[in-house]
């Protein structure tokens, strides 16, 4: 094996523990250590992908998704208060992002020309649907977010109908919509009373922060999932 490919593995290695120990220790420390490992371990997994550098729109979109996905954490993780807008905006950009880089992989025609009419269908559809269902508490947060939230299914079906091998990033989305969906459970008593012995409040507070049981793992293989190329790649040159 060469020593590049050497480096790499250890690399890997490295980064991967820190995120299991970013992602320990979150869950139990408290106060402001809680923020600071939370927030280290999404800015981590940004940093690793530039093990991944190339001049290709598969780097280039990860790269933005996981810089866009630092951005809306800044002002949902790292600010005292929670804007949760300018978050939405960000994620949504981040999830556009591997678009891209799903698109862009696609040797299929056909299923480029689906995956296209789709994304543009459902994300055209889901904002009067969420303005008809909640009416006179939709907001501009409701909207983004089910923007976002349909662009992160869409790309998790066409990752893994594309099937990669390792599928790191497409588990690495669905552990993604895992997380957000916790999260929007989370935040429907903005919208819709939730009674504490319901189904959905107990889903939501299991005694240990389950979002970032998801989130945590979801950033790393997404960060991780342009390395089975590269080394492939380096193995035939």
Same mark, same amino acid.
């Given at each position: 094996?060469?020593?590049?490919?050497?480096l790499?593995c250890?690399?890997?290695?490295?980064?991967?523990a820190?995120?299991?120990?970013?992602?320990?220790l979150?869950?139990v420390?408290?106060?402001?250590?809680?923020?600071?490992?939370?927030?280290?371990?999404v800015?981590?997994?940004c940093?690793f992908?530039?093990?991944?550098?190339? *001049?290709?729109v598969?780097?280039?979109?990860?790269?933005?998704?996981l810089?866009?996905?630092?951005?809306?954490?800044?002002?949902?993780?790292?600010?005292p208060?929670?804007?949760?807008?300018?978050?939405?905006l960000?994620?949504?950009?981040a999830?556009?992002?591997?678009?891209?880089?799903?698109?862009?992989?696609?040797?299929?025609?056909?299923?480029?020309?689906?995956?296209?009419?789709?994304?543009?269908?459902?994300?055209a559809?889901?904002?009067?649907?969420?303005?008809?269902?909640l *009416?006179g508490?939709?907001?501009?947060?409701?909207l983004?977010?089910?923007?976002?939230?349909?662009?992160?299914?869409?790309?998790?079906v066409?990752a893994?109908?594309?099937?990669?091998?390792?599928?790191?990033f497409?588990?690495?989305?669905?552990?993604?919509?895992?997380?957000?969906?916790?999260?929007?459970l989370?935040?429907?008593?903005?919208?819709?009373?939730?009674?504490?012995?319901?189904?959905?409040?107990?889903?939501?507070h299991?005694?240990?922060?389950?979002?970032?049981?998801?989130?945590?793992?979801?950033?790393?293989?997404?960060?991780?999932?342009?390395?089975?190329? *590269?080394l *492939?790649?380096?193995?035939?040159?």
């Amino acid at each position: 094996m060469k020593r590049t490919n050497v480096l790499l593995c250890a690399a890997v290695g490295v980064f991967v523990a820190a995120e299991i120990t970013l992602g320990t220790l979150l869950q139990v420390q408290h106060g402001h250590t809680v923020t600071v490992c939370s927030y280290a371990s999404v800015i981590l997994a940004c940093l690793f992908c530039l093990l991944s550098a190339s *001049r290709s729109v598969a780097y280039f979109s990860t790269q933005l998704g996981l810089f866009c996905t630092v951005g809306a954490d800044f002002f949902l993780v790292w600010l005292p208060e929670r804007q949760q807008l300018p978050a939405m905006l960000f994620f949504s950009v981040a999830q556009l992002a591997y678009f891209a880089r799903l698109y862009a992989a696609d040797t299929s025609p056909r299923r480029r020309r689906l995956h296209l009419i789709l994304r543009l269908a459902l994300s055209a559809l889901i904002l009067p649907v969420t303005a008809l269902v909640l *009416r006179g508490g939709t907001d501009a947060v409701a909207l983004v977010s089910m923007f976002y939230y349909v662009n992160l299914i869409v790309n998790i079906v066409f990752a893994f109908w594309q099937a990669e091998r390792p599928p790191l990033f497409a588990v690495g989305l669905l552990l993604f919509l895992c997380c957000d969906t916790l999260i929007g459970l989370s935040c429907l008593d903005a919208y819709f009373p939730i009674s504490a012995d319901s189904l959905i409040w107990r889903i939501t507070h299991p005694g240990f922060d389950l979002a970032w049981a998801f989130y945590v793992p979801s950033q790393t293989l997404i960060a991780l999932s342009l390395l089975p190329h *590269r080394l *492939r790649k380096a193995k035939h040159s």
